[in-house]
């Protein structure tokens, strides 16, 4: 008689036979657990930053006197994307007429003339031209086509600083500049503000916001805008439940309207927060099964963006793109390496949670290792495939726990685009 299988050996069994028979099961992601907690144990460093660093580059917008963009890079997407490479939203290639209202509505011959500090109202697209039209590449390639509009830079949250440099022709639109990126948003969504205002307000005593998308109201319980994750507003004071900030609203053709606004204590943080299991779980958990949003469209996020806001509440401030957010800290090469002394190098050298992993066009966190695997946290769009030559996607599209051989299961996996394979570089931001 056959002894019975013990529960771990029964456990793997059972999975073996779900990976034979389950077309959607995704080896690396739907055997890895989608807890944080299991992950963050025993991380106890307390402080790594200070509100000082942070704040200098959070409140970079304020603290310069003209528009310090050269126009060549302001207009970067004005030689990218022509009638040539581009499709609009019926998938039909766009025409030249298109591109060439875009570009006089722009009224670039007035850049930097303005040279005003301002501040954000509500959470606003970022985009690389005066326009809510996309503009998509070839519809047909895997990979492009909805959700990818490149006219979608990035998103910037409500009541975050912010500079002027000029408005479009119709003013509808304005170019800004924030701490991390620039572009057009819609002028009725902002507002200027004098220098000792803004002074005022960055001196100020600061509440790191901890929660996404909850509601803020003036006194009277009128709605302003929804909060997110990381965003600093100034203390007014605070009592046992709430803490009462400073926040702005629009009044009268684009003034500063001035205003107190109440936030659960539950919801914020006095000054940035010590690294810890707590909070990073807590941190996290904001942020785990957020869909996948390119640019941060659809008040989502994509793989830059949901690391930037993961560290910003504990005072890290991380540039915007995949690329120069691979460039801060310690960096430790990857290139020539094989998959193996990839693995090797980043069990050895890597730090749970304060470590990120790069390739080309995508960056992801690295939490750690659990059975013998290394397991990181990113936010992905999908996996690459390919059959008979013809590339496609798997889509997972949201912030998950996986491996780094996501997906190498699947019958059509690229084995060329697997993530391990691609990996350029490792970089431990707080050393």
């Known amino acids: 008689m056959q002894k019975p299988l013990q529960p771990e050996a029964a456990k793997q069994l059972k999975m073996q036979l779900v990976e034979q028979h389950d077309t959607d099961f995704i080896k690396g992601l739907n055997d890895i657990p989608q807890d944080v907690s299991l992950y963050s144990m025993n991380i106890n460093k307390g402080y790594i930053s200070s509100l000082d660093k942070y704040a200098k580059y ?92 490149y006219m979608q830079n990035t998103t910037i949250a409500a009541n975050k600083p912010i500079f002027v440099s000029h408005y479009s022709k119709d003013k509808e639109w304005v170019f800004i500049k924030s701490s991390f990126a620039y572009g057009w948003v819609k002028s009725r969504d902002i507002v200027l503000m004098k220098k000792k205002y803004t002074d005022r307000w960055q001196n100020a005593q600061q509440i790191f916001i901890l929660k996404d998308n909850e509601p803020i109201y003036t006194s009277r319980k009128d709605f302003l ?47 940035i927060l010590p690294f810890n299991t707590k909070n990073i779980n807590h941190i996290m958990f904001e942020l785990l099964h957020v869909n996948y949003g390119w640019g941060g469209i659809y008040n989502q996020r994509d793989c830059s963006s949901t690391l930037r806001d993961f560290f910003a509440p504990f005072g890290i401030w991380l540039p915007r793109n995949s690329y120069k957010q691979s460039k801060v800290g310690k960096v430790i090469s ?50 690459k495939t390919i059959d008979k030559e013809e590339e496609g996607r798997r889509i997972v599209g949201k912030t998950v726990f996986s491996t780094l051989q996501l997906g190498n299961n699947l019958p059509d996996f690229d084995e060329n685009a697997s993530l391990l394979k691609n990996l350029e570089s490792m970089n431990i931001i707080t050393d």
């Not at 007429?97 to 500090?117: G, L």
């Open 58 to 149: 959070y409140f970079q917008a304020w603290n310069i006197e003209t528009m310090d963009i050269p126009l060549k890079n302001a207009m970067w997407a004005y030689e990218a994307f022509t009638e040539e490479n581009s499709y609009g939203e019926n998938l039909q290639p766009l025409q030249k007429s298109f591109f060439q209202k875009i570009r006089e509505n722009s009224n670039f011959d007035a850049y930097a003339t303005i040279n005003r500090r301002a501040i954000t109202l509500r959470k606003l697209n970022i985009r690389a031209f005066p326009t809510n039209r996309p503009v998509l590449r070839d519809p047909e390639k895997a990979g492009e086509g909805f959700p990818f509009d």
């Open 225 to 271: 805008f929804k909060s997110t994750l990381g965003t600093m507003l100034p203390l007014i004071e605070e009592d046992d439940n709430r803490f009462h900030i400073l926040t702005i609203a629009n009044y009268k053709l684009n003034k500063p309207y001035y205003i107190e606004s109440g936030l659960k204590k539950d919801f914020g943080h006095n000054g």
């Open 334 to 383: 990857l290139e020539n390496m094989s998959d193996l002394q990839k693995l090797t190098m980043i069990k050895e050298k890597g730090v749970p949670f304060e470590t990120l992993l790069y390739k080309k066009g995508h960056i992801v966190l690295y939490v750690g290792i659990k059975d013998n695997k290394i397991i990181i946290f990113q936010n992905v769009w999908g996996i």
